[in-house]
Nanobody, 127 residues
Framework: QVQLVESGGGLVQAGGSLRLSCAASGRTFSSFAMGWFRQAPGKEREFVAAISWNAGSTHYADSVKGRFTISRDNAKNAVYLQMNSLKPEDTAVYYC????????????????????WGQGTQVTVSS
């Protein structure tokens, strides 16, 4: 069992930065790959970024590539999303999620493949 709690969301002007954190409970955190997803009002939940269990590989949605960076610290049971050059279209509720390592390769882009989810944190980017 893994429990996830996001923090760090807020209101920021376009061009600004935010750093989201996701704190995980459970001694098996390091065995999970992690992902960040977002959901804007009236839209489906979409993939943002993912990182393997040992941070050996990362993947990004095209819309955030070059602006967002995912990282993790297994010693602290935490995963982060550094978001730079924010745009109004980045406005959404951001969720972190955990996926078993065996499912990561083929399933990292799909919400249905993830096993555990946080409650989300709101990010609002004003123009």
């Amino acid at each position: 069992q893994v429990q996830l709690v996001e923090s760090g969301g807020g209101l920021v002007q376009a061009g600004g930065s935010l750093r989201l954190s996701c704190a995980a409970s459970g001694r098996t955190f390091s065995s999970f790959a992690m992902g960040w997803f977002r959901q804007a009002p009236g839209k489906e939940r979409e993939f943002v970024a993912a990182i393997s269990w040992n941070a050996g590989s990362t993947h990004y949605a095209d819309s955030v590539k070059g602006r967002f960076t995912i990282s993790r610290d297994n010693a602290k049971n935490a995963v982060y999303l550094q978001m730079n050059s924010l745009k109004p279209e980045d406005t959404a509720v951001y969720y972190c999620a955990a996926i078993k390592g065996i499912a990561y390769s083929s399933g990292k882009y799909f919400p249905r493949e993830y096993d555990y989810w946080g409650q989300g944190t709101q990010v609002t980017v004003s123009s």
